[in-house]
T-cell receptor
């Protein structure tokens, strides 16, 4: 079965600093989803990457997919306290079909941003 | 705003009773929805795939008679925890795939509900 490894497991940064979270898969990636979660709450969709080499940005968050290396990175520029939370990467188990959407998740990265 | 909604957000039930959690896609149809369980400070574990109009597909180790899933319409899936016990206490969360691009939302985006906290006493 597919496994996703996130690094680092936790991260503490000062407001205004940049940071990167990595997600590495043990198997071929058919896409990669990034979510943010606050403990005990639902997952907020951040970004979806579907093609190798794809890079997407939204506000101060940029995500990239390196299909060959079977990994993705999430970069936050000029972090703010509002960025604090748990970041999860999720990978679909297949390339398509009606059952597409079953995600395997990494263990999460806990981000703390000090003002 | 939320595109997948769960209800209730939290529920407390007595041991031995059953409790139902609903998952709705609000502005798109979902032939497939997914149910996950999350233990404290851990990641999400897939429990089952809910298929509209047919039986759910359960992951290995998940008891299908204990966690009943019904996907009666294209916008609603329900998870019923039967004969609940304290060890079933957990955070349950569902997801649904929006297959089609709509406005500024790309197709195949997977949205999650707000989650439901279940406490069995």
């Amino acid at each position: 079965s597919q496994e996703l490894e996130q690094s680092p497991q936790s991260l503490i940064v000062q407001e205004g600093k940049n940071l990167t979270i990595n997600c590495t898969s043990s198997k071929t990636l058919y896409g990669l989803y990034w979510y943010k979660q606050k403990y005990g709450e639902g997952l907020i969709f951040l970004m979806m990457l579907q093609k190798g080499g794809e890079e997407k940005s939204h506000e101060k968050i940029t995500a990239k997919l390196d299909e060959k290396k079977q990994q993705s990175s999430l970069h936050i520029t000029a972090s703010q306290p509002s960025h604090a939370g748990i970041y999860l990467c999720g990978a679909p188990s297949n390339a398509g079909g009606t059952s597409y959407g079953k995600l395997t998740f990494g263990q999460g990265t806990i981000l703390t941003v000090h003002p | 705003g939320a595109v997948v909604s769960q209800h209730p957000s939290w529920v407390i039930c007595k041991s031995g009773t059953s409790v139902k959690i609903e998952c709705r896609s609000l502005d798109f149809q979902a032939t497939t929805m997914f149910w996950y369980r999350q233990f404290p400070k851990q990641s999400l574990m897939l429990m089952a795939t809910s298929n509209e109009g047919s039986k759910a597909t359960y992951e290995q180790g998940v008891e299908k008679d204990k966690f009943l899933i019904n996907h009666a319409s294209l916008t609603l899936s329900t998870l019923t925890v039967t004969s609940a016990h304290p060890e079933d206490s957990s955070f349950y969360i569902c997801s649904a795939r929006d297959r089609w691009s709509t406005g500024n939302r790309a197709g195949n985006t997977i949205y999650f509900g707000e989650g439901s906290w279940l406490t069995v006493v």
